[in-house]
């Protein structure tokens, strides 16, 4: 039971989580086609920063509970429960950034990271390539999209989640309250390594998953559009 620590948090903020990623982006993208009637590589990066601002504010109390749990030592049953540590936290630090929004920065620019690469280079790829008209050729095709541009999510915003996991760690453990700062100390400690650390267990989770989750939108999308908007919807 001690790899399902702090497993709660992330499963009650799941559904917000991506209900916010998506609709941030697919709402704010209007605003951002400067005349155009189709999006265009520079619409698709700047509704991923606004993705990665509302998915980076939603989640990161549930990320400081969570990183907390998990930095507990000792058996499951002596641990403290996700609503426990909450308030433990907001008792001794209150809503700030040194309590339950500590890790903030972070958060919202590994979000905004990742957001940028995830769908701006998935969009613009796919607006590029022929659409096959075999089914599962197309889905692969679509899986692969997916798959690259999540490993690639991750490379460019790993260094931004060892900063926010690094920062909501336990005070007693924090060096810096600053990404910079974070970031410095984590190079002076192992060079790039420590700056990258915790990059394998993230490729082997987010690859396949962003993948998942990017084939599944698009399909599921597709056919609400279609069946709540006119026959002819993507």
């Known amino acids: 039971m001690a790899f399902?620590?702090?497993?709660?948090?992330?499963?009650?903020?799941?559904?917000?989580?991506?209900?916010?990623?998506?609709?941030?982006?697919?709402?704010s993208i209007r605003f951002f086609l400067f005349g155009q009637e189709k999006p265009m590589p520079i619409s698709y990066i700047l509704?991923?920063?606004?993705?990665?601002?509302?998915?980076?504010?939603?989640?990161?109390?549930?990320?400081?509970?969570?990183?907390?749990?998990?930095?507990?030592?000792?058996?499951?049953?002596?641990?403290?429960?996700?609503?426990?540590?909450?308030?433990?936290?907001?008792?001794?630090?209150?809503?700030?950034?040194?309590?339950i929004s500590r890790g903030y920065f972070a958060t919202v620019w590994r979000e905004i990271f990742f957001n940028i690469v995830y769908f701006g280079v998935y969009r613009s790829i796919l607006d590029v390539l022929p659409v096959y008209p075999e089914k599962p050729k197309e889905l692969f095709k679509k899986f692969i999209c997916g798959f690259s541009c999540a490993?690639?999510?991750?490379?460019?915003?790993?260094?931004?989640?060892?900063?926010?996991?690094t920062l909501q760690g336990p005070l007693g453990m924090v060096k810096y309250f600053t990404i910079w700062g974070t970031f410095k100390s984590a190079y002076a400690d192992d060079g790039l390594k420590g700056v990258y650390r915790g990059l394998g267990?993230?490729?082997?989770?987010?690859g396949p998953g962003g993948a998942i989750m990017l084939l599944v939108y698009d399909q599921v999308y597709g056919f609400l559009y279609r069946t709540f908007h006119y026959a002819g919807g993507p």
């Open 201 to 206: 267990p993230r490729l082997l989770r987010i």
């Open 47 to 99: 509704a991923g920063v606004c993705s990665g601002i509302g998915e980076g504010t939603v989640i990161n109390p549930f990320e400081v509970v969570k990183v907390q749990q998990q930095a507990a030592r000792g058996k499951m049953a002596d641990s403290e429960g996700a609503m426990a540590v909450a308030k433990r936290i907001i008792a001794q630090n209150g809503f700030g950034l040194k309590g």
């Open 151 to 165: 490993i690639l999510g991750c490379l460019f915003n790993t260094p931004f989640d060892m900063a926010k996991s």
């Open 4 to 27: 399902y620590k702090g497993i709660l948090p992330p499963m009650m903020v799941e559904i917000p989580k991506r209900a916010v990623k998506f609709m941030f982006f697919e709402q």
